[in-house]
């Protein structure tokens, strides 16, 4: 009795979910309520307080449940040793898959519309904004991690410091997500985002130096 009390309501609060989830998609965040919620989960109000404190506290479990593909990708491309760690072209390739991610997930695509494009941080929704900002100051903290380490095996060129080059692709990824999110259409989100990508990555290759005969060749590239 007591695992099916606990698989019915987790089944609940899944439901709650999935409804904010549509409705803030639908509607935006601050046009919705938790009645709304409750009826378009077929669960009273009450239900909805018995998961979630408030608003704010279902909306941080809503996003939670689509973690944004770069946290994961740049902690788990922090923690690689061996001779192909901290390569460029690694981070490249993982920028890629972010967004073919984002353009083919439906549930992570609704979320982050969510955040980009139908929420108002303000008021009661304060404490999410400031987690967010903290997410973000965490993720500049790991990509300038990770061009220190590509700068110290001779990947990064003299153009770029390590702290600008993480601000100038969090920008990017950034700007280029919100702009595909914001439409309807993303057929172009990874062969156009791809090649925003290829073009910035190669901003970032080492200096050349003078090629025996004459010429310029490369320490090293992305390939």
């Known amino acids: 009795m007591a695992r099916r009390t606990k698989e019915f309501a987790e089944r609940t609060r899944e439901a709650i979910l999935d409804a904010a989830e549509h409705l803030f998609h639908q509607r935006g965040v601050s046009h919705t309520s938790l009645d709304g919620i409750a009826r378009a989960a077929g669960v009273t109000r009450g239900a909805v307080y018995w998961h979630f404190r408030d608003k704010a506290d279902l ?3 809503m996003q939670a449940r689509a973690r944004l593909p770069q946290e994961d990708v740049i902690e788990c491309l922090l923690g690689e040793e061996g001779p192909d760690a901290y390569r460029l072209e690694r981070l ?3 920028c890629r898959e972010i967004l073919w991610v984002m353009a083919n997930d439906e549930r992570r695509g609704r979320v982050y519309t969510i955040l980009f494009h139908r929420c108002e941080y303000v008021e009661d929704m304060d404490a999410v904004a400031e ?3 903290l997410r973000s100051e965490q993720m500049l903290e790991n990509l300038t991690r990770y061009f220190q380490r590509a700068a110290r095996r001779g990947e990064l060129g ?7 080059a993480a601000f100038a692709l969090h920008g990017l990824m950034t700007g280029m997500l919100s702009h595909w999110l914001a439409r309807p259409d993303r057929s172009e989100m990874v062969e156009t985002g791809s090649r925003c990508l290829d073009a910035f990555f190669r901003t970032l290759r080492p200096d050349p130096v003078a090629a025996p005969g004459g010429g ?3 320490r090293t590239g992305l390939g």
């Open 216 to 218: 310029d060749r490369r």
């Open 92 to 94: 490249r390739d993982a």
């Open 158 to 164: 003299s153009l770029w410091q390590p702290r600008e």
């Open 131 to 133: 987690r967010m900002r």
């Open 59 to 61: 909306f941080t479990a």
